[in-house]
């Protein structure tokens, strides 16, 4: 199964609204990333969270890190339409191997 | 322009035919890996590359082959054992484990949607 494992599925929200999207994992990690990826397009990265860090900021998004429970959430602040994407959350040594592991996904869309 | 490249951009296949997706980076990463994308889905990994000459089977390889004869180049072939091989293709690229750690950022190709006729 996924290392990670996205929550919601899917979100929809009205622009200026903020979206939470949550990540949890089985293994130790040494650290998180989170990816967005446009539809029919390929992924770009957001942010990377190191497992001895518990918040990181880049502009409009914050993620947390909680080792003790296996978890990350991913927050954008007043969302615009433009943020409209899929984002997925991948671990880092996940599972003994040396490549990260990408979990299913949360389908954001926001409303104009 | 520095970055990482796929093609083609869609490609189409019938059943029993071998084909092969290219991906080529000019951003001097050592690492390369290749991912199936399938509807709705997350991403999959079926190879991955650590370094020149030298890769590994990810958790879908069956059906797939690879090669990394140049630090530039990770291409995939998809064989006629792959029996539902329809999907979206993704290459990405790292630094890697030499000048980095095995599990920095990754950066990403446009993908290659696969189709089997």
């Known amino acids: 199964s996924q290392q990670g494992e996205e929550d919601p599925q899917a979100l929809s929200i009205q622009e200026g609204e903020n979206a939470t999207m949550n990540c949890s994992y089985k293994t130790s990690i040494n650290n998180l990333q989170w990816y967005r990826q446009n539809s029919g397009r390929g992924l770009v990265h957001l942010i990377l969270?190191?497992?001895n860090e518990r918040e990181k900021h880049s502009g409009r998004l914050r993620v947390t890190l909680d080792t003790s429970k296996k978890s990350s959430s991913l927050l954008i602040t007043a969302s615009r339409a433009a943020d409209t994407a899929s984002y997925f959350c991948a671990t880092g040594w996940g599972a003994g191997r040396r490549a990260l592991t990408f979990g299913s996904g949360t389908r954001l869309q926001v409303q104009p | 322009d520095g970055g990482i490249t796929q093609s083609p951009k869609y490609l189409f296949r019938k059943e029993g035919q071998n084909v092969t997706l290219s991906c080529e980076q000019n951003?001097?990463?050592?690492?390369m890996y290749w991912y199936r994308q399938d509807p709705g889905q997350g991403l999959r990994l079926i190879y991955y590359s650590q370094i020149v000459n030298d890769f590994q089977k990810g958790d879908i390889a069956e059906g797939y082959s690879v090669s990394r004869e140049k630090k530039e180049s990770f291409p995939l072939t998809v064989t006629s054992a792959q029996k539902n091989p329809t999907a979206f293709y993704l290459c990405?690229?790292?630094?890697?484990?030499?000048?980095?750690?095995?599990?920095?950022?990754?950066?990403f190709g446009p993908g290659t949607r696969l189709t089997v006729l």
């Open positions: 969270i190191r497992s």
């Open positions: 951003l001097n990463h050592d690492a």
């Open positions: 990405a690229s790292s630094i890697g484990p030499i000048r980095g750690n095995s599990t920095d950022t990754q950066y």
